[in-house]
């Protein structure tokens, strides 16, 4: 009884790291509806795929050839592409298969990219011709309407300045791109308040939760006074390749102006 007990334990435990194995590669495409006001009428339905915290996985072939057919204007890397030990080979095909839309690209850094051989990785960015925003801005005009795309550095490797990124913050509709979220709390809060939306990442909304217990809260859409910031639970993973109660996602967002709400604003495919 007590060796059968005992192999029930390690079949479980067993099953158990099975299930979060599968989570960790079960890709989620998150689609949704991001609505403003303030967004220019030029950019009404601007349709953005974000990307956040790849690591070391390869993207998943089925779930690319799904996004293929979708309208997708511009896409958004928020850090972390990739980790010590990772092949160039793979960040290379991964970028490949973000340029199948032929649409503008833009990066920022993550922790784990500047971890190790960063300098390979900015010359690969390049040479793959992605936008690398290191506090630093793109601006995006339409019918005389623009939209300003603001990228900050990686906090923990190189200091994040907001008032480098966007000196002046005059466009007319601002996008903040962060991987490390927490960095907010510490910005000018008379240029966050001219900033309309934030991308952020790295938190891999916990990775690993039970219940409501976890390092970090769980991603989504929130208001952070009078910016709407969305944080992505990433790709990837680190450390282990397992997940609990978070999910390994990639973001299809529209931003539209229209005030009321669709059915079906967020949904999962």
Same mark, same amino acid.
């Given at each position: 009884m007590y060796l059968m007990a005992i192999g029930l334990t390690a079949l479980c435990l067993m099953g158990f790291? #099975?299930?979060? #194995?599968y989570i960790a590669h079960h890709d989620v495409i998150d689609v949704r509806t991001i609505r403003d006001p303030l967004l220019p009428e030029a950019f009404n339905g601007l349709t953005i795929f974000f990307i956040s915290d790849i690591h070391r996985r =390869? !993207?998943?072939? /089925?779930?690319?050839n799904k996004l293929s057919s979708m309208q997708v204007d511009l896409? $958004? $890397? @928020? @850090?972390? !592409?990739?980790? /010590? @030990?990772?092949?160039? =080979?793979r960040t290379k095909a991964n970028l490949q298969l973000l340029k199948q839309w032929q649409a503008p690209i833009y990066f920022v850094w993550g922790n784990n990219d500047y971890e190790s051989d960063y300098l390979v990785l900015q010359d690969l960015l390049e040479k793959e011709s992605i936008h690398i925003l290191a506090n630093s801005n793109d601006i995006i005009e339409r019918q005389n309407e623009t939209i300003q795309f603001v990228g900050l550095d990686c906090s923990e490797y190189r200091e994040a300045r907001l008032d480098l990124a966007a000196p002046n913050m005059m466009e007319d509709y601002s996008i903040l791109i962060t991987h490390n979220p927490t960095i907010l709390d510490t910005l000018d809060s008379t240029r966050m308040s001219k900033v309309n939306l934030v991308l952020g990442g790295h938190t891999h909304g916990g990775q690993i939760r039970f219940g409501p217990l976890g390092y970090y809260t769980n991603g989504g859409l929130k208001h952070v006074g009078t910016s709407t910031v969305f944080i992505s639970e990433g790709y990837g993973y680190t450390l282990l390749p397992f997940r609990l109660g978070t999910k390994a996602e990639c973001h299809l967002l529209t931003l539209t102006n229209q005030a009321q709400p669709r059915l079906n604003d967020v949904q999962q495919i």
């Open positions: 790291a #099975f299930y979060m #194995f =390869s !993207l998943n072939i /089925k779930t690319m896409v $958004i $890397i @928020g @850090g972390d !592409l990739r980790e /010590k @030990g990772v092949p160039f =080979s």
